[in-house]
């Protein structure tokens, strides 16, 4: 999961993470400022596998961070390796 926005990290967890389709979120790691690894075990072959932000959920932008500013979640671009 990659943000265009350096984020906040205590304030992105994997109960953030919205997984729709067969499959587990086994990984959640922070890679840098920008980006986390989701790892998912158990994916069906040949099925549909949706992963998402919940929207009611809230991150935390560093810049915005001094003002206590959350901004809800919105669905980013998601790098499934």
Request: proline letters at 1%; glycine letters at 8%.
């Amino acid at each position: 999961v990659t943000f265009s926005k350096l984020i906040f990290a205590p304030s992105f967890t994997q109960d953030d993470m919205v997984l729709i389709g067969n499959g587990n979120i086994t990984g959640f790691t922070q890679v840098d400022d920008y980006s986390w690894d989701v790892t998912v075990a158990g994916i069906v072959k040949g099925s549909t596998l949706k992963l998402s932000m919940d929207a009611a959920k809230k991150l935390t932008i560093i810049q915005l961070f001094k003002n206590q500013v959350q901004v809800l979640g919105e669905n980013t671009t998601c790098i499934c390796r």
